[in-house]
């Protein structure tokens, strides 16, 4: 039996083993407690197990008098911003994110629109697992309604974006192939693109929550995506998860250029503009860093996790910022890992670069970057990563999230795992070739310590 992963992302779990309808109203009751029985909206992916985990949300909301606002199958990215059109306590979004087809599970978001920070999400659990509530009597009862303008809405905050010329996108006519996995995607990627101009090939668009492949946006999982490019003979492709926060580019020979360059190539566009602030997390490639430093512009990591990331964007007043899955973050449209903000900006770079994704790829600063785990079964993950970071005492370092350690060309980024017996070694450097001898050699030394 898998286990129910519970963290600052929220929760996560497969269906009819961790992911009960036990666990679920116990945490939504608590979060409708939470909010003090205020306005919640509600979305969600296009899983199988979508309807009636929705069903048990709005149930459970309406029980803790929650006047809710179902709208529908939508983005993760969409609940936050109708959180802010609807002025509401919070919300919900019913997704287990790039997780396979068995598991789903639950966003929580605060009034602010962004993901529960820590503390918060902590709060929501801790009641959820002593069982508080506030259910109300037949007179207090909240209510359910339904809003399906929230995708039209979030299409025409993209559109709005300020560091897009419309009209010059529009101009190039892309040919865009897209692959939105049977995904929340289908419903928002294609119409945007069709609106800057392009011409469009939707792959796997059906939102049957019937994943056509390892819904994960990974290289590994892209082969359908680039042989269609190859077919269509396109300018670029993108493919999303299924709750569509993060997006991955494959340039005009099929290729995949790699999660983290969609990040890169916003950071480009946005700091050529504007002088400003960025923060990315802990693990999040080089790349924008050289970018931001081309450009004299201030760069600040934090912690691994979206909120994590967001709050300390709010904290700096950062022009942008995000993480190396492919989650781009605009201050300009919300503080979240938005995959259409991720589109209209690569094709906005895309327009004013003149060449092909090829060459564009080839114009940013170039690493690889290795990403890798280790048992740590029975041992103290805490006490390993301190013997590290002491035996490299006489380098750089970083203790914020794990040991992170810094080369002239490189560095590794060791952190415990929140929910498996697991260290994670990410590693990156110019070459594939020593980005896993880097994240090779810590695995050895971790394995070492007994």
Request: charged share 25%; hydrophobic share 40%.
């Amino acid at each position: 039996m898998s286990t129910l992963m519970v963290s600052i992302s929220g929760l996560r779990g497969e269906i009819g083993s961790t992911l009960t309808p036990e666990v679920v109203q116990k945490y939504t009751l608590a979060f409708a407690k939470y909010v003090k029985g205020g306005k919640v909206i509600v979305g969600r992916d296009s899983r199988v197990s979508g309807p009636f985990i929705s069903d048990l949300v709005k149930g459970c909301l309406v029980a803790g008098g929650c006047e809710v606002i179902d709208i529908g199958i939508v983005p993760t990215p969409t609940v936050q911003l109708e959180i802010e059109h609807h002025r509401a306590a919070g919300g919900i979004a019913i997704t287990a994110s790039h997780n396979p087809i068995q598991w789903n599970g639950l966003k929580f978001m605060g009034s602010n629109s962004r993901f529960l920070n820590p503390e918060a999400a902590q709060t929501v659990y801790a009641m959820g697992d002593h069982h508080e509530m506030d259910l109300k009597s037949w007179q207090e009862l909240g209510s359910v309604t339904m809003d399906d303008q929230a995708i039209k809405r979030h299409i025409e905050k993209v559109l709005n974006i300020s560091y897009l010329d419309l009209k010059a996108i529009r101009q190039r006519h892309f040919k865009v192939v897209v692959d939105t996995v049977n995904g929340a995607g289908g419903r928002i990627i294609p119409e945007l693109l069709k609106k800057l101009g392009c011409e469009v090939i939707a792959i796997n668009q059906e939102t049957s929550g019937r994943f056509a492949h390892t819904p994960e946006p990974l290289p590994e999982n892209l082969s359908q995506l680039g042989d269609e490019i190859r077919k269509q003979k396109a300018d670029l492709g993108f493919a999303v998860d299924p709750d569509v926060d993060r997006c991955a580019i494959v340039d005009n020979t099929g290729q995949p250029i790699g999660e983290e360059y969609t990040l890169v190539i916003a950071t480009k566009l946005i700091f050529s503009k504007k002088m400003g602030r960025m923060v990315v997390n802990m693990s999040t490639s080089r790349a924008s860093e050289d970018i931001a430093k081309y450009y004299n512009c201030m760069f600040v990591r934090s912690r691994v996790g979206e909120i994590n990331v967001a709050e300390k964007m709010v904290e700096i007043d950062a022009l942008i910022g995000g993480e190396g899955n492919g989650g781009v973050i605009l201050p300009e449209v919300h503080l979240g890992r938005d995959a259409p903000v991720a589109v209209a900006l690569t094709l906005q770079m895309l327009t004013e670069f003149g060449g092909t994704m090829q060459e564009l790829r080839a114009s940013l600063p170039h690493y690889e970057m290795g990403k890798q785990k280790v048992s740590v079964e029975g041992l103290d993950p805490d006490r390993i990563l301190k013997e590290i970071a002491k035996k490299h005492s006489d380098l750089p370092q970083d203790h914020l999230d794990g040991v992170k350690i810094d080369f002239e060309n490189s560095w590794v980024h060791l952190r415990k795992s929140n929910t498996e017996p697991i260290i994670r070694v990410i590693s990156e450097a110019p070459n594939v070739e020593e980005a896993e001898s880097l994240g090779k050699r810590f695995m050895d030394e971790i394995k070492s310590i007994r």
